[in-house]
């Protein structure tokens, strides 16, 4: 079946580490995303690549990166440079953007 | 500024109630596209509908519908006769042609009791 595999479902970071979130998707789509949402609140663009090589910031980039080398995936990195990282971290692909999203099934990050 | 407003943080209904969930949108643009979505407790998150700014006809499917009043900017969700498989957090989302992105509201937290 065709989706988005987010990895690890649970992850926890020390202070002062980097850690990296997986998320591969096999619908052949152009676009991909990566969300934060924190409790009570709807979801923040972290990131955004409509292409290969290619990504923009969303509206809360600071402290976290990305790549994307492959069409199928597109992984994030939270730096030790974010300062509240403690969140559910969201992976979503699309065809053209107003197609609506697939999203993964998450990611709940917690710094120990 | 693009924005989304979900005024109702949280609702309670008992099952087999209707219940409507309101979704308010603010866009300078013309051309834009509204979306629902429901996040169950294992959190990934599900589409349910997709509307265009040139497309004011009211959905219906199942026990959902949607009613998009561009006059008062609004994407309204409605539950009828609702279930306790519903009990979600619903987003409203808007996406335009300028931006290529998503926004979403807050979200609305629905819980249906039996």
Redesign the interface.
Known sequence: DGGITQSPKYLFRKEGQNVTLSCEQNLNHD?M?W?RQDP??????IY?S?IVNDFQK?DIAEGYSVSREKKESFPLTVTSAQKNPTA?Y?C?SSIR??????????T?LTVV | AQKVTQAQTEISVVEKEDVTLDCVYETRDTTYYLFWYKQPPSGELVFLIRRNSFDEQNEISGRYSWNFQKSTSSFNFTITASQVVDSAVYFCALDMDSSYKLIFGSGTRLLVRP
């Open positions: 676009a995303y969300y009570g609140q709807g979801l923040r663009l955004y409509q969303g559910f969201l979503a953007h107003y197609d609506g999203y697939t999203f993964g099934s998450g709940r």
